[in-house]
C-alpha cells in the first residue's frame, strides 16, 4: 500500500494498493478526481494538476533520537529519585520525633511558651519532610515505569 497527499491539503489521504509508481499515481489522481466531482476536496487546484504533484505519505517509525531521549529522561527520573530519597531519609526521624510532640497540644498539660516555639519551628520541618515524602512518592510511580525503559534498553539483543 502506498498513501500521497497533497500539498494544499495535506489532511486528504489516497490510498492505493502497490508501490510508489506511474501506475499508483494515476490511480491516486483517479481517487482524487472523483473527490472533486462530489465536493469533497475542501481546496480549488489549479488547472494542470498532475499524478507528479502528489506527495508520498511515508510511515514514520520510531528512530533511535526517540529511543535516546527517551532513556535519556528515563535516567533523569530515576536521578530525582535518588535525590527524593535521601532527602527524605535524612529529615525523616527529625520529623517523626517533631510529629510526636503535636500530642502536647491536645493533652490537658500545660505548656511553656518555649516548647510552643520549639514546635511551631518543627512544624517548618514537618512540612518540609511531609511535601518531599509526597514527592519522592510520586516519583517512585514515575520511576517505575523509567526503570523498565531503561530495563528494555539494557537488554541484550541475542536474549
Known sequence: MVQYTLAQSPDIILTVPGKDSAKAREKAMDQLMQLMDE?????ELEDGFSAKQLIEVKEVSMDTKNSEDEITQAVQ?????????????????????????????????????????????????????AQA?????EAKAKAE????????????PDK
Not at 104 to 128: C, M, P, Q, Y
Open 77 to 129: 527520573i530515576l536521578s530525582n529519585l535518588a535525590t527524593l530519597k535521601l532527602k527524605v531519609q535524612d529529615s525523616r526521624a527529625e520529623a517523626l520525633e517533631i510529629r510526636k510532640q503535636i500530642d502536647i497540644l491536645f493533652s490537658d498539660n500545660s505548656v511553656t511558651e518555649e516548647e510552643i516555639a520549639r514546635l511551631k519551628e518543627g512544624f517548618k520541618i514537618l512540612k518540609t519532610f
Open 39 to 43: 465536493g469533497d476536496l475542501p481546496t
Open 133 to 137: 515524602n509526597l514527592r519522592y512518592q
Open 145 to 156: 515505569e523509567a526503570r523498565q525503559i531503561l530495563d528494555r534498553a539494557l537488554k541484550s
